[in-house]
Nanobody, 115 residues
Framework: QVQLVESGGGLVQPGGSLRLSCAAS????????MTWYRQAPGKERELVAS???????NYVDSVKGRFTISSDNAKNTVYLQMNSLKPEDTAVYYC?????????WGKGTLVTVSS
């Protein structure tokens, strides 16, 4: 059974940093692309960052230069380092992967950027 468990969210002031983690089980982690999405109140879910099995990364324009996605195959964990956070980064952040055509999602972790 595939499980994705996010952690690391919280309240942070503008300009601050957080590191999100997503622990995966039930998949051959090193073979899977992993993606972080976020959903702000009243908005659609959007892709934030992704990393392929060979380490290729991709970011939405609004986080380029501020966020970094990485993975640790030994820990079956993908990370999202978020620096220079802005109020508009406030959202629930979700971890996602696919097994074949089946998407799997974590329950999300809330990030609130506010003074």
């Amino acid at each position: 059974q595939v499980q994705l468990v996010e952690s690391g969210g919280g309240l942070v002031q503008p300009g601050g940093s957080l590191r999100l983690s997503c622990a995966a089980s039930g998949i051959i982690f090193r073979l899977n692309a992993m993606t972080w999405y976020r959903q702000a109140p009243g908005k659609e879910r959007e892709l934030v960052a992704s990393i392929t099995s060979i380490g290729t990364t991709n970011y939405v324009d609004s986080v380029k230069g501020r966020f970094t996605i990485s993975s640790d195959n030994a820990k079956n964990t993908v990370y999202l380092q978020m620096n220079s956070l802005k109020p508009e980064d406030t959202a629930v952040y979700y971890c996602n992967t696919y097994v074949g055509l089946m998407p799997y999602w974590g329950k999300g972790t809330l990030v609130t950027v506010s003074s």
